[in-house]
């Protein structure tokens, strides 16, 4: 089964490149080993660039046919109709202050046009070796155990996760649906990085996750992985699903399914 030996692959990956990053850091200098992107706040350090080098150099030897879009600038039209998405450090700016929330994720998709086109996904933890595995129609997993969503049915109670952008533009509007939001719910938390947030909801660890403005290689695996375990997904009009093609970025709200409806019209519009 393909979708088995694609997750198999990039739970391979995610982790030779996390401990890769996860012992570097240790040598991370702060003046010459960072930059910045689309923001002051934006940042890539050389563990990111490194773990992607490696990712990238793994995936052309194994599978030299498929296509990789890394954030850090891979890019590599697909011959084999599967392509790779990678998000080599998720959590940069955790990463860079030494706390625990940084995760490298890959996804592999099918990118020949047919909806729902993530096939396998790996999202790895150096700082908690925690690796969470998916494959469509085969489960979530982690370290060998299946993993289901939470069943919740009662917003007073659920603890939701979420995330911010590096625009500031973007935040303001963010802030609001959180003030919005959080006198409803048990609390809101912020880990830092998407991909974890998300493989939290597959373990029922977050009742519900939610973000605006998500490339396709922080969302790709994770989101998988939450709805293997069972969790709904959408957008935040409800109406139509996360994008159906993955390579498009989006704005997600993942949650227990009988919390999804009532979220839904707390973060709804702003
Ligand atoms: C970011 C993290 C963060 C989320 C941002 C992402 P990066 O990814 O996932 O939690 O709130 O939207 O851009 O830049 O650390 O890979
Ligand atoms: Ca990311
Ligand atoms: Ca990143």
């Given at each position: 089964m393909i979708e088995i030996e694609l997750m198999n692959t990039a739970a391979a990956l995610a982790r030779r490149a996390?401990?890769?990053?996860?012992?570097?850091?240790?040598?991370l200098d702060r003046a010459n080993d960072v930059d910045t992107k689309s923001t002051a706040t934006d940042m890539v350090t050389r563990w990111d660039s490194a773990s992607e080098r490696l990712i990238v150099a793994d995936i052309e030897r194994r599978r030299p046919d498929d296509g990789i879009i890394?954030?850090?600038g891979a890019a590599k039209a697909s011959r084999s109709g599967v392509s790779w998405l990678v998000d080599p450090i998720d959590g940069t700016t955790n990463f860079l202050y030494g706390l625990a929330g940084w995760a490298v994720s890959i996804a592999a998709v099918d990118d020949t046009g047919t909806p729902d086109?993530?096939?396998?996904?790996?999202?790895y933890l150096p700082a908690t070796r925690e690796l969470f595995v998916a494959a469509r129609g085969h489960g979530a997993w982690l370290a060998g155990r299946r993993l289901t969503c939470s069943s919740s049915d009662d917003t007073a109670t659920a603890l939701v996760g979420t995330g911010f952008s590096y625009s500031s533009e973007r935040r303001a509007q963010q802030g609001q649906r959180v003030a919005r939001l959080l006198p409803h719910v048990r609390d809101i938390r912020r880990t830092g990085a998407a991909a974890p947030d998300l493989c939290y909801v597959a373990d029922g660890r977050l009742d519900a996750y939610f973000e605006e403005g998500l490339q396709a290689w922080d969302l790709a695996a994770g989101l998988l992985i939450a709805t293997e375990a069972g969790a709904h997904a959408s957008?935040?009009?409800?109406?139509?699903?996360?994008?159906?093609?993955v390579l498009v970025s989006g704005n997600v709200l993942v949650s227990a399914p009988r919390l999804h409806d009532r979220l839904l019209e707390l973060i709804g519009p702003v």
């Open positions: 996390g401990d890769l990053a996860f012992v570097g850091r240790a040598t890394g954030e850090e086109g993530t096939l396998a996904g790996a999202v957008d935040f009009t409800g109406g139509s699903p996360v994008p159906s093609n």
